[in-house]
């Protein structure tokens, strides 16, 4: 992907006081998916209003196209928002809505009339012209109000949780519609979600957010395997996170058990944080009351360590059934391990647990407040 | 729900609308189309065609249509104003604004009986000033201000009321798509504050097309409008007959005026669209 077509620099913006973005820093590339992600209140609609040019940063510069724009009023600025609540104007048709934009440009009504058709085509709503937004369900709306922005063929189409307010269904629906009419248009797309699911499935990049900071920009793999600190790896998915002592490269101490890991450069004797996604987690089932020098005890204990020198003995103490897998928790050393296997082990057995080297994630514990959340752009 | 529960809860408001609207109704209806006799006629309602009384309905439909126009061109900016404010001192203006009507009307017609009197206090306070003095009591003009400041209220809450349900994403909506802010309140705001603005115009232009009191203190006996002549048939004449016949031509002027706002509403949609 090519050069940086919007280029957010040390974006700081307060509210009563209380600071919403601090020296937020940030690119976006000509054509790219990119997903702003966060838990709510974070700043994500905050970040994408700067943008749209609905509120004005107290600090910092937004540039387009190497044009500053900081101050730019909204309807001068070649980017269109689809909002968090759809915003149709309920006292227009479906067809209004859609020629709004362009009535406003002066466009010819042989234009607008086939853009409306274009447009209606493309969200997969031919028919609708004369429907008033409120006889539509929240699914049509949410099409409605994408495709009222993309007849003006802007540059950056700005998205706040449009699938928000949909069913499950629906909105694995529309994510496919919604990168399917990315790739048609060709343009650049900057999306807000606080479902991490939806921005691993969707976006080029996403950027991890809180409390006004960038945590991680990356891509969804790495954004997933290789979260930069813990409150990504906890955000993303469901996560083991666990204290625990680099002794030196390449080997952990979790809960005095020592393991083979992949990782070097955190130096000797330092504490971490350790992240270990369920589905890494490997389970093999010991029988109850097994003698420890008993034939049956050794082959587990050789299987197990074939997978890594270290493990755990524990007892599953709880275990649900999810339909692709089931969603195990594992009682070892006064931890909660949760544990996604194909394989079904008996609340109450007792098992051996180990994880392979290249699956254990070691992170830096932040050493205060602020570099738990310092900006993470140079990464990238 | 519960059919018998159903039937629990609604009861009281049927007796209500019986009794209070269709009973009423139905009387000035039968009082109206009937002589003294009780025998079916027209001639109750022909009884407007008296010159001194269409010049009455007249000059009432004009002046409640003057104060209708003024309280809306004060009270639309005014409203739009305070759907921007913070939530805090909007309470406070509002309240401003309610408070006189928690005042009999009577009393508020009265305060401007003694304010604009010929040596009342506006006078005297012009005369200190050795301004030209205002001679407006007992002209239709200081009917229209007793009607715009009696009424103004209840232009402004509907009003501010519609301003106030609209989505601030829906107006960000029109400018993120290129419109001005003169083509923003022309195509998004003023056609949804509609409602508002509908409903304020009813409930101004109706009372004041009514009224009588507000004639009777700030009109002297030297202007009649038609809420007056109404007045007087049951009041002195007793005629009760005349009275309903001419109440019920009120009432066509009123629906007719409904009616033609009801199609504006549903035509202004397209109309600013199109500008
Ligand atoms: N106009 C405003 N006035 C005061 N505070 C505001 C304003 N807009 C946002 N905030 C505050 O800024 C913070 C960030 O808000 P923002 O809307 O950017 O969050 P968000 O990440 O979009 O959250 P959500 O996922 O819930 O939409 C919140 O604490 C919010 O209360
Ligand atoms: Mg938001």
Redesign the pocket.
């Known amino acids: 992907m090519s050069n940086k077509l919007i280029d957010l620099q040390n974006i700081t913006?307060a509210?009563?006081g209380?600071i919403?973005?601090d020296d937020l820093n940030l690119y976006i590339r000509e054509n790219e998916f990119l997903t702003?992600l966060?838990?709510?209140?974070?700043?994500?609609?905050?970040?994408?209003?700067i943008l749209g040019g609905f509120?004005t940063p107290d600090k910092g510069r937004v540039i387009f196209d190497g044009r500053d724009i900081t101050s730019l009023a909204p309807n001068k600025r070649q980017l269109n928002t689809v909002f968090?609540k759809y915003a149709l104007f309920s006292h227009m048709t479906v067809a209004e809505n859609i020629a709004f934009g362009l009535r406003i440009r002066k466009k010819s009504e042989d234009y607008i009339r086939d853009k409306i058709r274009y447009a209606l085509k493309l969200v997969n709503l031919e028919g609708f012209e004369e429907r008033t937004p409120d006889s539509l369900s929240g699914g049509q709306q949410q099409r409605i109000a994408i495709a009222r922005a993309i007849v003006n063929e802007p540059k950056v189409l700005l998205l706040?949780?449009p699938l928000g307010a949909l069913d499950l269904k629906l909105r694995q629906d529309m994510q496919y519609e919604l990168i399917r009419l990315k790739n048609e248009l060709g343009i650049t797309f900057i999306y807000?979600t606080?479902d991490q699911e939806e921005a691993l499935t969707m976006s080029d990049t996403i950027v991890v957010?809180n409390q006004?900071y960038i945590q991680q920009i990356g891509t969804p793999e790495d954004i997933y395997n290789e979260p930069q600190n813990a409150f990504v790896a906890d955000f993303i998915g469901d996560s083991n996170i666990v204290n625990a002592t680099m002794i030196h490269d390449q080997l952990v101490e979790i809960f005095g058990v020592k393991y083979a890991c992949v990782d070097t450069g955190f130096g000797t004797d330092k504490p971490v944080d350790v992240v270990i996604r369920p589905e890494d987690l490997e389970l093999i089932a010991v029988p109850e009351n097994e003698d420890q020098s008993s034939e049956e005890y050794q082959k587990a204990l050789r299987k197990i360590t074939r997978i890594n020198p270290g493990y755990f003995e524990g007892t599953v103490s709880h275990i649900i059934f999810k339909g692709m897998h089931y969603e195990m928790e594992v009682q070892a050393h006064g931890f909660e391990w949760l544990v996604l296997s194909t394989r079904m082990f008996q609340v109450g057995t007792k098992v051996l647990m180990s994880v392979d080297p290249y699956n254990i994630q070691i992170m830096n514990k932040p050493e205060s407040e602020d570099e738990k959340a310092v900006s993470m752009q140079e990464i990238v | 729900m519960n059919k018998k529960l159903r039937i629990w809860l609604d009861g009281p408001y049927l007796i209500w609308t019986a009794a209070f609207i269709i009973i009423p109704l139905i009387m000035i209806v039968y009082y109206g189309l009937t002589d003294k006799t009780g025998a079916f006629t027209w001639s109750n309602i022909l009884e407007m065609g008296t010159p001194e009384r269409m010049k009455a309905l007249i000059l009432s439909l004009i002046l409640s249509l003057m104060a209708t126009v003024i309280c809306l061109l004060m009270a639309y900016p005014l409203a739009l104003i305070l759907s921007r404010m913070k939530t805090g001192a909007v309470g406070f203006i509002t309240t401003i604004f309610i408070i006189p009507m928690w005042m009999n009307s009577l009393l508020r017609i009265l305060a401007w009986q003694t304010l604009l009197e010929r040596n009342g206090v506006i006078n005297q306070i012009l005369g200190m000033l050795n301004l030209p003095k205002l001679y407006i009591i007992n002209t239709p003009y200081a009917i229209a201000l007793g009607m715009i400041y009696d009424f103004l209220p209840f232009m402004l809450l509907p009003i501010y009321n519609a301003l106030q349900k609209i989505d601030v994403n829906v107006i960000n909506a029109a400018y993120d798509l290129g419109a001005n802010r003169f083509q923003t309140f022309w195509k998004v705001i003023f056609p949804l504050s509609m409602p508002g603005v509908i409903s304020g115009i009813t409930m101004v232009f109706v009372p004041a097309l009514t009224t009588f009191v507000i004639s009777d203190f700030l009109g002297g006996s030297k202007v009649l409008l038609i809420g007056n002549v109404i007045e007087q048939q049951f009041t002195q004449v007793g005629n009760w007959n005349v009275g309903s016949g001419l109440s019920l031509v009120l009432m066509v002027f009123i629906l007719i005026s409904m009616l033609v706002m009801q199609h504006y509403d549903k035509d202004i949609g397209e109309r600013t669209t199109s500008l």
């Open positions: 913006k509210f009563d209380s919403v973005l702003l966060g838990p709510s209140g974070c700043g994500k609609t905050t970040t994408l209003r509120e968090q706040d949780e807000v606080h957010m006004g």
